[in-house]
């Protein structure tokens, strides 16, 4: 699809970081470079529609994998999900898509610029079985391309170089973790020394359910990229807990300028917060600095991100809140077998209708085990009958405490035998003394902990109408109507403990951080657990879509119907710094005296990236007087305004590297 565009040049003038936020100190930064700004229309928006998104099947966008869910993934991680993310790895204007898959490794799909996507056949090789959790688009060696990193169970943290558009597996690399890792579970990039590269922020999972406080295998660390080279030999390991990491992310989230870390942990393990100082070297948030009161005690995702727009990140942190008190008032809820109704593929229905049949007995992953009951494992064929009696002996092996059960699982299934093995593995609780160094933990609600000017925070997550999420996973913070403000979608459900499958919910931004459950007016109810979502505008209209991988489910995918004509879109190019700007940051001067901030992150969801695109509505009338850029190496550029709403504008910074 072709578009008119336009270009103009600025060559950049000497500008100052302004102190628009009040911990940030005023500096001179010395400018480099010239800014080239590009437009390109949006497609035509999408037709009128009775609610603000439409529920689709996958499929009906191109985007389907076989459903791989089995009897063996009845336990973390495998019923967690597996991870997705968006990004242009083409460079065809149009953003991809690359779901991880636990029996392929991936399944990656093109965008033809027309809303619909096409499979890409990856050359597999040997890792055709590769166990695949989490994948994600992402420029390690900073040549312009978009590569792919994926981690496994067991299985290691890998690049799938990008070689000008294609793939194949004889170009990829194994970067090094914590010796006895498990599964690097939650992974945020961003240029933490300023040297122009991507760096790792790695957290490291475990176990999980009755193994609580992990050993040295599952301590999180710092991975540095020299110079493209991401072989993992350098890194900085994290001080403090180890823990069952579910989410991390590279923000600048106390506004000095350079990348912190949020790490959110599973169970009794809390919350960490390090705090960069742009060399590579980070100091640990403790509970005696005073600073935050509580983060969530099972986090799951946490986003850094504007809510309130007065130019402060805030940050959002999702959890299992769906027990709470008066949560029947506030979420929908459907029977547990109907989770499978409305898969529109018959196929796919029937197998999710047996794997929710198992479940029906087989609760809780096993923890209610009655052997008794073994004989379910037989007559629906070989395959499941092997799996299904050697998750049995797992249980009991954990319910006996005895790792030598595990020695009777049939070695043709690595997988259960690698969950019982790595259950029994040397736990490391740390002492009250070292608790008492942690954040302390908040149940029963999401956390939205609002930035104030003195650096410390405040909870306002019940108050505001956005703390209830259910059994909270994925969380996007995105201006899905194009108001200005930026809106809450929360994925969650377990169909593993409860009888109940409840809504995933949306929280509709009045500009204050007040929030409206606008879930069945949004057209957003969905019962499918989608534990991971990427937010992507898929057809180009300048609208924020989302695609998501369900557990015992088909790709489901949201097509955002905004109609509010007062769009308008940035991508970024660097030259300077890393070429995808991520860790960048900017803030639009409108009009009407409004300002909108946002920051460039790759991470923070729960297994799922988003693409790098940033996406603003204005409101009637209203246009940019000035957008200032500041740069993820630390300078800055002030642009005059002249920008044009209903367009996608690429500003991309051309210099050499320092």
Not at 648 to 655: E, F, L
Request: glycine share 12%.
């Amino acid at each position: 699809m072709t578009h008119n565009s336009s270009t103009k040049l600025l060559t950049l003038l000497p500008s100052v970081f302004l102190g628009l936020i009040l911990m940030a100190p005023s500096m001179v930064a010395a400018e480099t470079g010239t800014v080239v700004v590009t437009s390109q229309p949006f497609t035509e928006m999408s037709s009128p529609a009775d609610h603000l998104f439409t529920r689709m099947d996958g499929s009906d966008i191109g985007v389907s994998r076989p459903l791989d869910f089995s009897f063996r993934d009845f336990w973390p991680p495998f019923w967690n999900g597996r991870g997705i993310s968006s990004g242009d790895f083409d460079n065809d204007g149009d953003d991809d898509l690359v779901l991880a898959s636990t029996d392929k490794g991936m399944h990656l799909f093109e965008n033809g610029g027309d809303g619909k996507f096409t499979e890409v056949s990856i050359s597999m090789g040997t890792w055709v079985d590769f166990p695949g959790m989490l994948a994600g688009f992402v420029d390690l060696n900073n040549d312009g391309w978009l590569d792919i990193f994926i981690s496994g169970y067991h299985a290691g943290m890998h690049v799938l170089w990008n070689d000008n558009g294609s793939f194949d597996f004889s170009r990829t690399s194994q970067i090094n973790n914590q010796p006895d890792a498990v599964l690097a579970h939650a992974v945020s990039f961003g240029d933490v020394d300023r040297d122009g590269y991507f760096d790792l922020a790695v957290g490291n999972w475990a176990a999980g359910w009755y193994r609580r406080f992990p050993g040295e295998e599952s301590r999180n660390r710092v991975i540095f990229n020299e110079d493209g080279n991401i072989s993992g030999d350098r890194y900085l390991e994290l001080d403090g807990f180890t823990g069952e990491t579910l989410t991390m992310i590279l923000s600048d989230i106390n506004v000095d300028g350079y990348l912190d870390i949020v790490e959110g942990n599973d169970f009794e393990i809390t919350d960490q917060i390090y705090y960069g100082d742009g060399n590579g070297s980070f100091e640990r948030y403790l509970s005696s600095d005073g600073k935050i009161e509580a983060v969530t005690s099972t986090s799951m995702s946490v986003k850094s991100t504007d809510l309130n727009g007065d130019l402060r990140p805030d940050l959002y942190f999702s959890q299992i809140a769906g027990r709470s008190e008066g949560i029947e008032d506030s979420m929908q809820f459907r029977p547990l077998e109907l989770y499978c109704f409305g898969i529109s593929d018959p196929t796919e229905a029937s197998k999710c209708q047996q794997n929710l049949n198992s479940n029906l007995w087989y609760k809780s992953g096993g923890r209610r085990l009655d052997v008794t009951k073994a004989d379910n494992c037989v007559g629906k064929g070989p395959e499941y009958e092997l799996e299904c009696k050697s998750m049995m002996i797992k249980d009991i092996a954990i319910q006996k405490d005895d790792p030598e059960v595990c020695g009777f699982i049939d070695e043709s299934q690595s997988r259960i035998r690698l969950l019982c093995e790595t259950h029994f593995r040397p736990q490391s609780k740390p002492s009250d003394e070292e608790f008492a160094l942690g954040i302390k933990q908040k149940r029963g609600s999401n956390a939205m902990l609002m930035l104030q000017a003195d650096g410390s925070y405040i909870d306002t997550a019940e108050e505001s109408g956005a703390g209830v999420g259910g059994w909270a996973w994925d969380a996007k913070t995105e201006d899905f109507d194009l108001n200005g403000t930026i809106d809450i979608y929360v994925t969650n459900g377990s169909w593993i403990v409860t009888n109940i499958s409840p809504s995933n919910m949306y929280f509709e931004n009045d500009g204050t951080a007040s929030f409206t459950n606008k879930t069945t007016e949004s057209g957003l109810e969905e019962y499918l657990i989608i534990n991971s979502m990427t937010s992507i505008d898929w057809d180009g209209d300048g609208d924020i879509d989302m695609v998501g991988q369900a557990v015992n489910g088909p790709i489901i995918a949201l097509r955002n119907n905004s109609q509010s004509e007062n769009r308008i879109g940035f991508k970024f190019s660097d030259e300077i710094g890393n070429n995808f700007c991520v860790g960048c940051k900017v803030i639009i001067h409108q009009s009407d005296g409004g300002k909108q901030m946002r920051e460039i992150q790759t991470g923070g969801g729960f297994l799922s990236y988003d693409s790098s695109k940033l996406y603003f509505g204005l409101g009637e009338g209203v246009t940019i007087d000035e957008i200032e850029v500041f740069w993820s190496t630390g300078q800055t550029s002030i642009l005059p305004g002249n920008f044009s709403v209903g367009s996608m504008y690429t500003i991309s910074r051309t210099g050499e590297k320092e």
